[in-house]
């Protein structure tokens, strides 16, 4: 009953941007953290960003100064804005929602490239 809709891939060229949206619909009484995981071709999901119920937010390093995580709470909406981008950036990103349990989107294309 729980679904999550991602939302703004696509292929951008190397240094432009993209936003990622994610909106959770469905039984989730409350969602303490929302988030964004990766994972590129042959490589394991990795963390990119998280925000929590406080506001709080961390980044991977790959991430930290070129993207920013925002929510929406009353919408149940988490938005990856991605700036500078590189082909290292290339990957399926995943959704991800922390509630009573854990929630998965079905992953969205993003690629890098010229």
């Known amino acids: 009953q729980v679904q999550l809709v991602e939302s703004g891939g696509g292929l951008v060229q190397p240094g432009g941007s993209l936003r990622l949206s994610c909106t959770a619909s469905?039984?989730?009484?409350?969602?303490?953290?929302m988030g964004w995981y990766r994972q590129a071709p042959e490589k394991p999901r990795e963390f990119v960003a998280r925000?929590?119920?406080?506001?709080?937010?961390n980044y991977a390093d790959s991430a930290k100064g070129r993207f920013i995580i925002s929510r929406d709470n009353a919408k149940n909406t988490v938005y990856l804005q991605m700036n500078s981008l590189t082909p290292e950036d290339t990957a399926v990103y995943y959704c991800?929602?922390?509630?009573?349990?854990?929630?998965w989107g079905q992953g969205i294309q993003v690629t890098v490239s010229s």
């Open positions: 991800n929602v922390g509630a009573r349990t854990e929630y």
């Open positions: 469905g039984s989730i009484l409350s969602i303490y953290t």
């Open positions: 925000i929590r119920f406080g506001g709080s937010t």
